[in-house]
């Protein structure tokens, strides 16, 4: 197959062949990030699902205000599948001891909490459901993206939506 002066079947350089092999994946690869997808999307099929979860965001007080019905969730600049549906924001509760050493439950003056309801199509994928990049799975610390906001929250629930 390749000759003395490295060339296969007499007539291509291995050199240029391997040059040329690297310049198609190259361009293969920039293909894929044009598209916004990751080479583990390539090939996988997988079946969406309708999916309905809650995520509880404690933060500081005034930024949840941006949080609203109908925002579509979003990721690295694109959006996906899913919107929110439902908000609510519940005051945070603190446990502090009083002069005689008993605890004492009262409200933390300085954060509020949002208990937002997520629901969107969600590819499920090795025993899991996809936001994006991120699974979906009860307990897990996720990043709710939108126009307006980037919060970090934890997946209190999760149900598939018939």
């Given amino acids: 197959m390749m000759n003395k002066e ?51 965001i404690p933060y500081e007080k005034g930024y949840l205000d941006s949080i609203h019905v109908g925002d579509t969730i979003g ?14 924001i519940l005051p945070v509760y603190e446990t502090n001891l009083d002069a005689e050493g008993n605890p004492v439950r ?13 629901e969107g199509t969600l590819p499920y994928e090795s025993m899991s459901y996809k936001l994006g990049a991120q699974e979906v799975r009860q307990g897990k610390i996720i990043f709710i993206e939108s126009d307006f906001y980037r919060l970090k929250g934890q997946i209190e629930t999760i149900e598939v939506v018939n």
């Fill in 75 to 88: 990721e690295t600049k694109q959006y996906l599948q899913a919107e929110v549906v439902h908000v609510e």
């Fill in 106 to 118: 009262s409200v933390d003056p300085t954060m509020e909490e949002a208990r937002v309801t997520i």
């Fill in 6 to 56: 490295g060339k296969v079947f007499n007539r291509i350089n291995i050199l240029d062949l391997i040059f040329v092999a690297a310049i198609v994946l190259l361009l293969f690869l920039s293909a894929i990030k044009i598209m916004g997808k990751d080479l583990q999307d390539i090939g996988s099929s997988a079946e969406s699902v309708q999916v309905r979860f809650v995520a509880s």
